[in-house]
């Protein structure tokens, strides 16, 4: 899953610490889920999208979109 969570973290002066607090998790499944190699929970996600007031499609996308 591809995912924009480290641009917007970085507009919004984040710092990965502070988002993992903010969304109940560890530093490590943030640093995981912006490079890639972790896909977050449906929970998760949303608590991440309601961080930067955005929907889960505007932060997540699939790796391969089909037509």
Same mark, same amino acid.
């Given at each position: 899953?591809?995912?924009? #969570?480290?641009?917007?973290? *970085?507009? $919004?002066?984040? /710092?990965?610490?502070?988002? *993992? #607090?903010? =969304?109940? =998790?560890?530093?490590? /499944? +943030? #640093?995981?889920?912006? $490079?890639?190699? !972790?896909? @977050?929970?449906?929970?998760? *996600? !949303?608590? +991440? *999208?309601? #961080? %930067?007031?955005?929907? +889960?499609?505007?932060?997540? %996308? @699939?790796? =391969? +979109? /089909?037509?």
């Amino acid at each position: 899953m591809i995912n924009k #969570v480290r641009e917007l973290r *970085a507009l $919004k002066s984040l /710092t990965q610490n502070d988002l *993992a #607090v903010q =969304v109940g =998790v560890r530093r490590e /499944t +943030i #640093v995981f889920l912006e $490079k890639g190699k !972790y896909n @977050p929970s449906l929970k998760l *996600a !949303y608590d +991440i *999208a309601k #961080v %930067f007031e955005l929907s +889960i499609e505007e932060v997540f %996308f @699939p790796d =391969v +979109i /089909t037509p």
